[in-house]
């Protein structure tokens, strides 16, 4: 199952706070730590005692058509975000999505956002079940690969012409990241080419956030073209998209994030 991987099986969310305290250490954290915002949105020990924690996953609706992972953090801002996943329907966004939060006790200040602004729109919060973000998945991750029967819209055939011709210069831009995502993350993706640490970027916006993309420098143009083969591929419960970059366009996303 492709969800296995990013999350564990337990669906009880412990096994993705466990990972959130392995990525987060302090000083670290893409969202930042404050004696606050841990005292507040971090369950204790025993608050769940005698049965196993929620999945911790709300639902998002009505949200500008334009909205980007990093708007969605924006919204839900003091909160850890694990994944945001983003409704499709036809190929057309729906205005819906899933969002995975790193401890079930965040899920009751995420829903206290219900019907608050983003943008000129206000957006509802529900609260949803780990059955129905999977369900969400892999509706996603099938629609990507052309493999539902429910949908017949084909992406543009000028979407993979365009990739497929352009020129490769050993740089790839990748886009869909979780948020969650390291650096471990991105070479076990292309476990079959040879990575250094410092060939792999993220972007963040002009708060330090990331934005959901990143780069990742090959050793020749040969491996960037050859490691297209893992275009829409999933790096845990995330189909992740592949484009032919340059080292400028590299350099200008990074500069831009500083």
Same mark, same amino acid.
């Given at each position: 199952?492709?969800?296995?991987?990013?999350?564990?099986?337990?669906?009880?969310?412990?096994?993705?706070?466990?990972?959130?305290?392995?990525?987060?250490?302090?000083?670290?954290?893409?969202?930042?730590?404050?004696?606050?915002?841990?005292?507040?949105?971090?369950?204790?020990?025993?608050?769940?005692?005698?049965?196993?924690?929620?999945?911790?996953?709300?639902?998002?609706?009505?949200?500008?058509?334009?909205?980007?992972? %990093?708007?969605?953090?924006?919204?839900?801002?003091?909160?850890?975000?694990?994944?945001?996943?983003?409704?499709?329907?036809?190929?057309?966004?729906?205005?819906?999505?899933?969002?995975?939060?790193?401890?079930?006790?965040?899920?009751?200040?995420?829903?206290?956002?219900?019907?608050?602004?983003?943008?000129?729109?206000?957006?509802?919060?529900?609260?949803?079940?780990?059955?129905?973000?999977?369900?969400?998945?892999?509706?996603?991750?099938?629609? %990507?690969?052309?493999?539902?029967?429910?949908?017949?819209?084909?992406?543009?055939?000028?979407?993979?012409?365009?990739?497929?011709?352009?020129?490769?210069?050993?740089?790839?831009?990748?886009?869909?990241?979780?948020?969650?995502?390291?650096?471990?993350?991105?070479?076990?993706?292309?476990?079959?080419?040879?990575?250094?640490?410092?060939?792999?970027?993220?972007?963040?916006?002009?708060?330090?956030?990331?934005?959901?993309?990143?780069?990742?420098?090959? %050793?020749?143009?040969?491996?960037?073209?050859?490691?297209?083969?893992?275009?829409?591929?999933?790096?845990?419960?995330?189909?992740?998209?592949?484009?032919?970059?340059?080292?400028?366009?590299?350099?200008? %996303?990074?500069?831009?994030?500083?």
């Amino acid at each position: 199952m492709f969800y296995r991987g990013k999350f564990g099986d337990g669906g009880d969310g412990r096994d993705m706070g466990a990972k959130r305290q392995r990525l987060g250490d302090p000083g670290s954290s893409f969202y930042g730590t404050s004696p606050g915002s841990s005292y507040m949105y971090n369950p204790t020990p025993y608050a769940y005692a005698g049965q196993p924690p929620p999945f911790p996953v709300v639902k998002l609706r009505g949200l500008p058509f334009d909205c980007t992972e %990093a708007d969605v953090a924006e919204f839900l801002h003091g909160l850890d975000i694990v994944d945001v996943l983003f409704v499709h329907k036809n190929g057309k966004f729906t205005g819906e999505a899933f969002c995975v939060l790193g401890y079930p006790l965040q899920v009751d200040f995420a829903l206290s956002r219900n019907r608050q602004n983003m943008g000129r729109r206000y957006v509802e919060v529900f609260r949803s079940k780990r059955q129905e973000y999977y369900k969400a998945i892999a509706n996603e991750v099938s629609d %990507a690969r052309g493999g539902s029967p429910r949908r017949n819209v084909p992406r543009a055939k000028s979407y993979d012409e365009g990739k497929d011709s352009a020129e490769h210069t050993g740089v790839l831009r990748l886009r869909g990241l979780p948020f969650s995502a390291g650096k471990d993350d991105i070479m076990d993706f292309f476990k079959d080419f040879v990575l250094s640490e410092s060939s792999i970027h993220f972007t963040m916006n002009s708060e330090g956030r990331p934005t959901g993309e990143g780069f990742v420098e090959f %050793a020749s143009a040969e491996d960037s073209k050859a490691a297209m083969a893992k275009d829409r591929m999933t790096l845990g419960s995330r189909y992740i998209e592949l484009f032919p970059s340059s080292h400028e366009e590299l350099d200008e %996303a990074v500069s831009r994030g500083r």
